[in-house]
């Protein structure tokens, strides 16, 4: 099993140094991956329909993918994981060239996890619709895949249309595409057109979620089929609940675990500055290691 760590991007006020102290310390500290988290636009709360999602107009966000390209160039083992792009939101074409070019830059690295997201007001300021996000989704995925491998694409979808054009230059393997979300529709999704699927446990019970997962799985043929699993792991508050954890997530099958740094502080409280993010990091993985999850 692979751990990883979380970006912890709305606890460190949008410091752009940060990305090169935390993504270059990942590597160092011999974590597999690294996550961001994607929003375009934080938004107020006080509006109707009620906005019900974690973050606000005050939380900080870098474009995932620009913030992997920049990783791309000062790191060079670690992989990158978007977990989530809120796809349907964004350009099919415009994602796969941005996926493509992250992934030629950093020598095959980047696994694009895709998911719907809950914030309607950054839908509208995006110029796509809320209402039909997961029927885009389910359009998207195949095509970003035909975009990445063929030498030129026809295309005339509900949501996207492409006249005989191409991606050049095209990636140099097959990208790949999870999932993430917390419903059953989510799930049974993922296991339709996914490669893998990524859980918030905290946000949800993802033990429970991942027995769902292998129903959806063996009823969409694919039960035999490798599927990638990851939990992120944001209800472990301390070095020896992640090392709990982790062991429960490789004994249930799962294939990747990502450590979350944020809201460890006294309280509930974030921890602050890069600094002490990475401080935790490391005595994470400290604890992984002497439990022989970390090499």
């Known amino acids: 099993m692979k751990l990883g760590l979380i970006y912890p991007q709305n ?17 160092a500290e011999g974590y597999a991956f690294l996550v961001a988290y994607d929003h375009v636009l934080g938004a107020t709360h006080d ?10 107009e005050r939380d900080p966000f870098h474009d995932p993918l620009a913030m992997f390209a920049y990783l791309a160039a000062i790191t060079t083992r670690i ?19 941005q996926a493509a070019d992250v992934d030629l830059l950093s020598g095959g690295r980047l696994r694009l996890g895709v998911g719907l997201g809950w914030n309607y007001v950054e839908y509208d300021a995006l110029g796509q619709d809320f209402a039909t996000r997961g029927k885009r989704l389910e359009e998207q995925v195949p095509l970003l895949r035909r ?11 509900r949501f996207d249309h492409i ?4 991606l050049v230059p095209r990636p140099e393997r097959r990208i790949p595409v999870w999932l993430g979300g917390f419903a059953d529709v989510a799930l049974a999704r993922g296991a ?10 905290g946000a949800a019970d993802a033990f429970a979620q991942v027995a769902a997962l ?33 062991m429960r997530w490789r004994d249930a099958g799962g ?34 290691r002497g439990a022989g999850l970390l090499g």
Do not use: C
């Open 255 to 288: 294939t990747h675990a990502a450590v979350n740094t944020m809201g460890q502080g006294l309280g509930g409280q974030g921890l602050g500055d890069a600094a002490a993010h990475v401080d935790y990091a490391r005595r994470v993985a400290d604890a992984l």
């Open 163 to 166: 006249d005989r054009a191409a």
């Open 214 to 246: 292998r129903g959806h799985l063996a009823a969409a043929g694919r039960g035999e089929e490798p599927f990638g699993l990851q939990i992120n792991m944001l209800a472990a508050k301390t070095p020896e609940s992640v090392v709990e954890t982790a």
């Open 11 to 27: 606890e460190i006020h949008g410091d752009p140094q940060a990305v090169r102290r935390i993504g270059t310390a990942a590597e």
């Open 147 to 157: 975009l990445w491998s063929e030498p030129l694409v026809t295309f005339d979808g």
């Open 47 to 56: 509006r109707e329909p009620k906005l019900n999602g974690p973050y606000t």
């Open 192 to 201: 339709r057109i996914g490669d893998g699927f990524i859980f918030a446990d």
């Open 79 to 97: 992989e990158l994981v978007t977990g989530v792009l809120i796809l349907p939101q964004r350009q099919t074409a415009l994602v796969a060239r």
